[in-house]
């Protein structure tokens, strides 16, 4: 069994085995011809379940052909053009690369003394990005596994940092008087990191968006007089800079400078929306992001990284100690004053992948500025699938987009009862995934079923939107037409 630990006497065994999944890989992306196959869970349940997990193939060969079967050969792939749903991003080559070189390493970035060169080059980033944002020279940051991670460890240090001086939550009704100020179409992560955090669950204030789906400064300045009025404390703002159904980015600098009127804590969830830090055309999108306190970016949503890589990012970096705590055996406060860069002193977790180095690789191969047209290219194409589908008597188009995605619905024009309309473009999503043509995602507007794309893929084309946007009209007809059968 020792010739399975990666050493120096498996050195060989090492570059053949992962040639050869890398082989299996390539040839799978090169004759994908589908997003998907439309595989059932009823189908592939069985498949999975039916492995003998206590026996063991002992051949690596027969193991990748095993998983061909039971997940490379039906697996979603969003490389394919036709892949218009969620906001997961085709990857990048150097990315995938730095992947392959982590894992091997296996570098836990913790402690330095588990980590060396792998410290220093995530912290160079966190400052590298820092700087795109424009936070200042107080800057600091850490990455995180997601949006998610991020959002929570940003809103714990504002909490922290609400915190009535020496007051503690337990001597005070402090807890449940604060008030998180978002827009009512923010990631649910905001309401999710308030339960763990312990606030109470009137604590996330939706704050309303316009028909361009971006917050109303008018209603959150009267949010945040009220709040006051009422003896509440408003510990959190959490801008969107990309929301995940529309893409709008909230007004930044109207937000910043009603947080500086309150002295609230300033959050800019830039999941989403980080890709335009290295955009060579939309970077003013973002102005007003460097007045925030925190800022969370997902490169694995818009820097074309894999899972997953992402960072919060603070403007005080002194106020990433509400995260700290020492174990003697791992990050002594003696290593605080011996300045030994610890970076688990900075995160909620502690193993952690050295995700930077992905990035690192992609700067250095690529460049920031070709992570960026990319990015532009993919707005680009939304601003063309707008046009086609607001002159499109077909389809209803929510709201012209900001970055890349389209939230439309079909309307037949023979059929009026919303109920029917909603049920059509429901079906269309349905046997579109079914048929492995293309994937696309759907949300609700105002009650209704509305379907859409998220445009993450360069390659994907107007071609292919014109393509997808008839199979959905297809799907929607055959369903409204069978149903009507039944009817009469
Ligand atoms: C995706 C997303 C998140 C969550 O990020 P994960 O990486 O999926 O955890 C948070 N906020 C916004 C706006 C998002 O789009």
């Not at 979603?76 to 080559?93: D, E, M, S």
């Not at 009704?173 to 978002?182: H, Q």
């Not at 349905?430 to 609700?444: M, P, R």
Request: aromatic letters at 6%.
């Amino acid at each position: 069994m020792r010739s399975h630990l990666l050493n120096d006497l498996t050195a060989e065994h090492y570059r053949r085995s992962v040639t050869e999944g890398v082989e299996r890989v390539a040839d799978r992306l090169a004759t994908t011809d589908r997003p998907f196959t439309g595989v059932t869970v009823d189908a592939l349940a069985p498949r999975i379940d039916g492995i003998d997990l206590d026996r063991p193939l002992h051949d690596t060969t027969a193991a990748l052909d095993e998983l061909e079967e039971l997940y490379l050969r039906d697996a979603v792939y969003f490389h394919h053009p036709r892949y218009l749903a969620h906001l997961n991003c085709p990857v990048v080559i150097p990315a995938v690369l730095g992947e392959a070189v982590l894992s091997a390493v296996n570098s836990s970035l913790d402690t330095w003394d588990q980590s060396a060169g792998g410290t220093l080059i995530e912290r160079r980033l966190i400052d590298w990005t820092a700087e795109r944002i424009g936070l200042g020279p107080a800057a600091d940051g850490v990455f995180t596994s997601g949006g998610t991670q991020s959002n929570l460890q940003a809103l714990l240090l504002a909490r922290e940092e609400a915190k009535p001086e020496g007051a503690g939550w337990e001597a005070s009704d402090t807890l449940a008087r604060l008030r998180i100020l978002t827009s009512e179409v923010s990631h649910f992560s905001v309401r999710k990191s308030a339960k763990l955090l312990g606030l109470s669950p009137e604590s996330v204030v939706a704050v309303p968006v316009g028909h361009d789906r971006r917050m109303q400064t008018v209603a959150l300045a009267h949010e945040l007089e009220r709040c006051t009025r009422d003896g509440l404390i408003p510990m959190a703002v959490v801008a969107t800079a990309g929301t995940t159904d529309f893409g709008s980015i909230d007004p930044l600098p109207e937000i910043a400078e009603l947080c500086a009127q309150y002295g609230t804590w300033m959050h800019v969830d830039a999941a989403y929306g980080c890709g335009l830090l290295v955009s060579p055309r939309r970077r003013g999108l973002l102005d007003g992001i460097e007045r925030a306190d925190s800022v969370t970016v997902d490169y694995h949503k818009s820097f074309f990284q894999p899972v997953s890589s992402s960072a919060v990012l603070v403007r005080d970096a002194a106020t990433l100690r509400h995260a700290t705590y020492h174990a003697e055996y791992l990050n002594p406060r003696s290593a605080v004053r011996e300045r030994i860069p610890n970076q688990v002193d900075k995160s909620l977790q502690t193993t952690r992948r050295f995700d930077a180095l992905k990035l690192w690789m992609t700067l250095r191969v690529m460049g920031a500025h070709g992570i960026g047209q990319l990015f532009d290219e993919v707005c680009d194409l939304a601003a063309e699938g707008w046009e086609l589908l607001a002159a499109d008597p077909r389809y209803d188009v929510v709201v012209e987009p900001q970055l890349s995605t389209l939230v439309f619905r079909y309307i037949p024009s023979a059929v009026t009862d919303p109920a029917d309309i909603d049920r059509a473009n429901l079906h269309a999503r349905k046997a579109l995934f079914a048929s492995g043509d293309a994937v696309v995602a759907g949300t609700k507007v105002a009650g209704r079923h509305y379907l859409k794309f998220t445009l993450l893929n360069p390659e994907t084309t107007v071609d292919d939107i014109t393509a997808v946007l008839d199979l959905i009209a297809g799907h929607a007809e055959q369903y409204l037409g069978e149903s009507l059968d039944r009817a009469s």
